[in-house]
């Protein structure tokens, strides 16, 4: 079994990512770390223990990590949406209460926990990032002789060719911390899948698969119970009622390998703080291609088959 740690701002579609992790016999979930994004890291780390707890894991640590990103802009940042748009201001649609028990927090903060899961780990550990990359970014210059034992990072985040989600330019996660993005991106030579926009919007669930999840069993009937504001703002921005469950293709990806199509392109992320902050920007000349500042190239994820990850996201969460 893989062992994986999923660094988080949970969030209603993290919570479809951690039930995800929590639930796959393929993997060995040894931590979870929190940070801050949807909701303040306070809110994201009580998310995390009541999720662990409705999920029957009460073996996972959870870390609290960063409560703000590394450069803290004093001025507006560009973008409008905050996260409680979105996912309510409890992060789980208003009923985070309805989850639970929570599990106990750890002692260890959320990098140390995960320096200590990936010491202690004899193969190489996987870890998914579903939220801004502050403690990612923190974990490689706090300790760089881990590197060579993380196996892999899948993560959710930036976008390529369609543009932004909390800003014309930016997609929510890399702006919530684009030095700690670019520092993930371009200053790690980790094996690096990027889940980006362009797919995760092309995977969206509609009222009535929620609506069928919600028959199968208290797992899906508490995910779908945090719809309601997610759902509402997608159907108002895009029109149509459906939701796009970004975290969760990021976490099919990191248990099953190989469940997105990628394509090796450098990615590089707008630090300035101009309109455009927080803009991934990969190189479509392609890995060949003199990159932006030398960005390593990353595999970005630009395809799936998405009937085949709803299919298996309802055999995940369904019971
Ligand atoms: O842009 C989508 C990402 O931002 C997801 O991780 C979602 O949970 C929000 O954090
Ligand atoms: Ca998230």
């Not at 992790?21 to 929190?34: H, I, W, Y």
């Not at 996987?126 to 990359?133: K, L, M, W």
Request: glycine share 12%; aromatic share 4%; no cysteine.
């Amino acid at each position: 079994m893989t062992p994986l740690i999923v660094d988080t701002d949970p969030g209603v579609d993290d919570a479809f990512a951690l039930a995800v992790a929590a639930l796959a016999p393929e993997v060995d979930l040894r931590a979870v770390t929190t940070v801050h994004g949807n909701v303040a890291v306070e809110q994201t780390t009580e998310n995390a223990r009541r999720l662990l707890g409705t999920f029957g894991r009460p073996d996972v640590p959870v870390g609290r990590g960063a409560g703000r990103p590394l450069v803290h802009l004093l001025g507006r940042r560009p973008g409008r949406l905050s996260g409680a748009d979105v996912h309510g201001d409890d992060g789980l649609g208003g009923r985070s209460g309805d989850f639970g028990p929570p599990v106990d927090e750890s002692e260890l903060r959320a990098v140390a926990l995960m320096a200590s899961v990936i010491e202690a780990s004899e193969e190489p550990v996987t870890i998914a990032a579903i939220g801004p990359f502050t403690n990612i970014a923190t974990l490689l210059s706090a300790r760089p002789d881990l590197e060579e034992r993380i196996g892999r990072f899948v993560l959710m985040g930036g976008s390529i060719a369609y543009g932004g989600n909390v800003s014309a330019a930016a997609e929510f996660n890399v702006w919530g911390d684009p030095e700690a993005a670019r520092r993930v991106l371009t200053g790690s030579s980790v094996s690096t899948t990027m889940v980006p926009l362009d797919l995760t919007m092309r995977i969206t669930l509609t009222g009535d698969w929620l609506d069928g999840l919600a028959a199968t069993g208290p797992v899906g009937a508490a995910l779908a119970s945090t719809r309601e504001a997610y759902l509402a703002a997608y159907s108002a921005r895009f029109g149509h009622a459906a939701m796009a469950v970004h975290d969760a293709v990021a976490l099919l990806e990191a248990i099953t390998p190989g469940t997105v199509s990628t394509t090796p392109l450098p990615v590089d992320v707008d630090t300035s703080t101009g309109p455009g902050r927080g803009t991934t920007i990969g190189d479509l000349r392609g890995a060949e291609a003199e990159a932006t500042d030398g960005a390593r190239p990353v595999e970005v994820a630009l395809d799936a088959d998405a009937d085949a990850v709803r299919a298996e996201l309802w055999r995940r969460l369904s019971g």
